[in-house]
């Protein structure tokens, strides 16, 4: 008997004070860990919004530029309070979303903060739509002077867009992001539309 107690004695083991060490041990790493994790998965869900805001952005830009392209007749009109460029795209006299070739209308809400296509939203988080030139004909209807340095009847510059693209607050942004994009595009043989 004695040499069983002797063999129980004998056996390495951890003692209460040392198990109590490494559960605390082991608790603070995953304390560490989950923050970590926290802090990853934030920043993550924030990069996301951005990128799809940017590609939102950049998607609106991309269509103006290209339905620009196509237009037959570019006008501007900012008289609603709403920023719009509609497009001629066929030879029907005046701007028809109807038409068999429809024209296109772009349609920014500022206080709602979307793009509209044709009254469709293609996009929102946008903040600021400009174009340059502002206007493209005088109070009389016809192309604006300054648009035609050299007196040929055509505008001389591109027409520049820049869209600002923005990123609201929330639990991951702590304050408002803007995103300015620009692209330009010639309309120097576009028939301009008087508003």
Known sequence: MRNIIQRINDEKAFTLIEVIIALTIFAILSVSI???????????????RQIETLENARIVLDFMIEEIRRAKGIQIDN???????????????GIDTSASVPDVV??????????????????????LIEF???NL????????????KNKDGLIDDNFKIRIRALIPQ??????????????EVSIKYKKILAN
């Open 137 to 148: 004909v005088d109070a009389d209807g016809n192309l604006d002077p300054d648009l035609d």
């Open 170 to 183: 929330d639990n991951h942004v702590k304050k408002d992001v803007d995103y300015d994009i620009t692209g």
């Open 79 to 93: 008289l609603t309070g709403n920023q719009i460029l509609a497009l001629e795209m066929n030879d029907t006299p």
């Open 34 to 48: 989950m923050g970590i994790m926290i802090n990853f998965s934030s920043t993550t869900g924030r990069t996301q």
């Open 106 to 127: 772009f349609e920014f809400d500022s206080l709602a903060k979307q793009v509209y296509y044709n009254g469709v939203i293609l996009s929102d988080n946008i903040e």
């Open 132 to 134: 340059e030139p502002a």
